[in-house]
């Protein structure tokens, strides 16, 4: 097991790329279970999601070659319906995506709860109330779900909350499903577009994808095809906060802009000077952030796996500055941990109001959860002093060479194996 240290202090300089985005890698993977033959992957961003998924494809069958460290090609013509109650599925959240590809495939599945970041109560009702309009019978045995159907219908399904997973869960159980589906209500993140269009390229015959009402035309089969991963937005966004917080001048390549605008424009209300061009920001940040409010909301609203990164920016802007997360209310598990750090922050009701200019201060911290995990490691580039932090599996869930990246970048950061006694005193914490 590891920790990561960082010295703080040092400005961000030069180039970073990004990697192939999670939540849309999370989702294809699976989504290959559909097909009848080869789908290739590219551009797969090396995480551990990624791996973790590419073993429970084996487990079901699947033959799954990594022609590099980014591409794959799943075969998925040995792939049978193999319960998968526990074990790896507990280890992250989109293996709920193999109840609606297994569900879609074989008309019937058994998949434990999933696991992923902690942020507070995370149904998955939405999943279910959909798979079970298209016919399907769901039950809850000891954590693990069983879905099962004679036949998969289409049927017109509107959705109670705007959910991504819900929404992409959906889409794989209601393609190959009879007749046509709606799903109103749906969610509009551009990992949902890149899942879609991956479907699509298999056969599928979806519209309306990235607008709030999706529709479907189930079809018998699904062929394979080869697919380009869009770039990880919220990667993205979180080196922007980084050379917001502690850079000189950061170039961020391989990102969609577009995708990242609402905490562009709150970067630009601090203060930040942002350049778009191409597929580049070039972000030069201000001597002086001024503060400002931060809700978070679905896509294309500020999104909340940015906001733990953009807590850790407040505590240096001029004033006090709030930030709410009307997504995950209970997203705060970081806030005890900048405190640690010498941050000033207060919680009311799902709030962080952050007080500005206050210099962060080297300590030993946890992350709790992936965005927690990054919203720690700027907290420790912005610091006085070394910074430690354990609970990298989270950060490594989610971040491509994170430690690489920001060593490129200029930063003073670097990882150590924890001693017996540092992993004794980590499981106790
Ligand atoms: C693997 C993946 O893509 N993870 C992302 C996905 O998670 P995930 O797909 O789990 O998040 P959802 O979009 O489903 O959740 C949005 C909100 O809806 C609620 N809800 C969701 C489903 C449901 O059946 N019932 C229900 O009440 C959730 O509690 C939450 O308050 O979207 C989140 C919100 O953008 C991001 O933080 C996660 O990074
Ligand atoms: C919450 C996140 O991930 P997951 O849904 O996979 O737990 C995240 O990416 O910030």
């Known amino acids: 097991m590891q920790k990561m240290l960082i010295e703080g202090g040092h400005l961000l300089n030069g180039q970073v790329r990004i990697s192939g985005a999670k939540n849309s890698a999370v989702a294809l993977l699976p989504a290959a279970i559909l097909a009848d033959s080869d789908v290739t992957i590219e551009?797969?961003?090396?995480?551990?999601?990624?791996?973790?998924?590419?073993?429970?494809?084996?487990?079901?069958?699947?033959?799954?070659s990594w022609q590099d460290s980014q591409t794959v090609t799943i075969n998925p013509e040995d792939m049978i319906p193999m319960p998968l109650p526990n074990g790896k599925v507990q280890k992250l959240r989109a293996s709920y995506y193999f109840m609606g590809a297994m569900l879609g495939k074989f008309n019937k599945a058994v998949i434990g709860l999933p696991g992923g970041c902690y942020l507070g109560p995370r149904p998955i009702d939405q999943h279910i109330k959909g798979f079970e309009a298209l016919g399907a019978e769901v039950t809850n045995e000891q954590g693990a779900i069983y879905l099962r159907a004679e036949e998969l219908r289409g049927a017109r399904i509107y959705m109670d909350v705007v959910s991504v997973g819900a929404t992409i869960n959906i889409m794989l159980a209601a393609v190959k499903a009879k007749g046509k589906t709606t799903i109103e209500n749906a969610a509009k993140e551009p990992e949902i577009i890149d899942v879609a269009t991956l479907l699509t390229n298999m056969g599928a015959k979806i519209k309306g994808v990235g607008t709030d009402v999706i529709r479907i035309e189930g079809v018998p089969e699904l062929h394979g095809c080869t697919h380009t991963i869009i770039p990880d937005r919220i990667e993205a966004g979180t080196y922007a906060i980084a050379a917001a917080a502690q850079g000189k001048e950061v170039i961020i390549d391989n990102v969609i802009s577009l995708h990242i605008e609402s905490l562009l424009a709150k970067l630009r209300e601090m203060g930040v000077s942002i350049e778009e061009k191409d597929e580049q920001l070039r972000i030069i940040p201000s001597r002086q952030l001024k503060s400002v409010d931060v809700k978070?909301?679905?896509?294309?609203g500020f999104p909340t796996d940015l906001q733990q990164p953009f807590t850790t920016l407040l505590t240096k802007a001029a004033d006090t500055g709030v930030i709410t997360d009307t997504i995950y209310a209970a997203r705060l598990k970081h806030i005890d941990e900048l405190r640690r750090m010498n941050a000033t922050i207060k919680v009311e009701g799902g709030s962080a109001i952050v007080s500005g200019s206050t210099q962060l201060e080297g300590a030993k911290v946890k992350a709790s959860d992936l965005r927690a995990g990054a919203s720690l490691i700027i907290a420790g580039l912005m610091a006085e002093g070394i910074t430690e932090i354990t609970g990298l599996e989270h950060i490594d869930r989610g971040y491509e060479k994170i430690t690489e990246k920001l060593l490129d970048l200029g930063a003073n950061v670097w990882r150590e194996e924890m001693t017996d006694q540092e992993i004794v005193q980590f499981q106790n914490s």
């Open 43 to 64: 551009g797969l961003p090396e995480i551990s999601d990624a791996s973790t998924l590419g073993d429970l494809l084996e487990e079901i069958g699947g033959s799954v």
């Open 296 to 300: 978070t909301l679905v896509y294309p």
